[in-house]
């Protein structure tokens, strides 16, 4: 192989592990999981990882964002902010 495609490989694997150190991050600092399902997902991450990184980011940003708190009220069936958004308003 000339000496480009190692270049690009390894851009590739750096682009790889940094992804996987991210989601890494994600997953242990989101407190709606247990740790046994945190590490579940760390396993996902680290053994697929392109494939498992983007599994786990989705899950932990769903649970981020649309998760709501016992001190909220439930949304109206009218309201724009359930998951999904307009799609929703049928």
């Known amino acids: 192989m000339p000496g480009n ?3 690009v490989l390894t851009c ?4 790889v592990l940094i992804g996987n150190l991210y989601v890494t991050a994600v997953v242990l600092r ?3 999981y ?6 579940l997902q760390l ?7 392109v494939l498992g990184a983007a599994c786990c980011a989705s899950f932990a940003s ?12 439930f949304p ?3 309201s724009f902010d359930l998951p999904g958004g307009e ?3 049928l």
Request: with cysteine.
């Open 76 to 78: 109206k069936p009218d």
């Open 87 to 89: 799609g929703n308003s």
């Open 43 to 49: 396993a996902l991450v680290w053994l697929i990882p």
């Open 30 to 32: 989101c407190d709606f």
């Open 62 to 73: 769903i649970h981020r964002h649309g998760a709501s708190g016992p001190d909220k009220p």
């Open 34 to 39: 247990s740790p046994l399902q945190q590490r």
């Open 12 to 15: 590739i694997a750096v682009a």
């Open 5 to 7: 495609w190692y270049y």
